[in-house]
């Protein structure tokens, strides 16, 4: 999906990537796509990000950070 969408140049058929991988039948939420990266190089992929995506458009704003907080419950906690 993301290689259709163009997310990425990784050709899914090229690189025979299986797509029950990342989508089957037993998931019960939505897939997401993670996207990590150090901090030495994070305030650059935002630039870039933001230099590429970012239009004249609308009010010219299409790139955002997000956060998303997690909840635990106390026996996850301590481990």
Do not use: W
Request: with cysteine; proline share 4%; charged share 30%.
């Amino acid at each position: 999906v993301a290689y259709g969408l163009g997310i990425t140049g990784v050709d899914p058929i090229e690189y025979d990537i299986i797509f029950e991988r990342f989508l089957n039948p037993e998931r019960v939420s939505m897939p997401d796509i993670d996207v990590d990266f150090c901090m030495r190089g994070r305030d650059q992929v935002i630039r870039y990000v933001a230099e590429k995506y970012d239009g004249e458009g609308d009010d010219g704003k299409r790139v955002a950070q997000i956060i998303t907080f997690g909840t635990l419950q106390a026996r996850a906690v301590i481990r």
